[in-house]
């Protein structure tokens, strides 16, 4: 039986996922869906990300699969 993951938890997965993916420091995220449930599901945010410096916005969707994020897909914002 699969156990519920807390909204801060997977905001901290995502954040992870986007420094060892992609070397994203994370300025800011904010939660606009989360359909996650015992692990699994989506969650969408709007987020700045830094890199080297330069920021940008985007919106950002991360597939979970049992705690862990699978898949994600974006769309940049501006910045």
Not at 12 to 24: D, I, N, P, S, W
Not at 41 to 62: H, I, M, N, P, Y
């Amino acid at each position: 039986m699969a156990t519920e993951i807390s909204e801060q938890e997977l905001l901290q997965t995502a954040q992870v996922y986007l420094k060892k993916q992609y070397g994203e420091d994370t300025v800011r995220m904010d939660v606009l869906s989360n359909q996650v449930s015992a692990g699994s599901g989506s969650l969408t945010v709007e987020c700045r990300v830094s890199v080297g410096g330069a920021q940008s916005d985007w919106r950002k969707t991360f597939t979970f699969r049992e705690g862990r994020v699978v898949n994600m897909t974006w769309q940049h914002l501006g910045g």
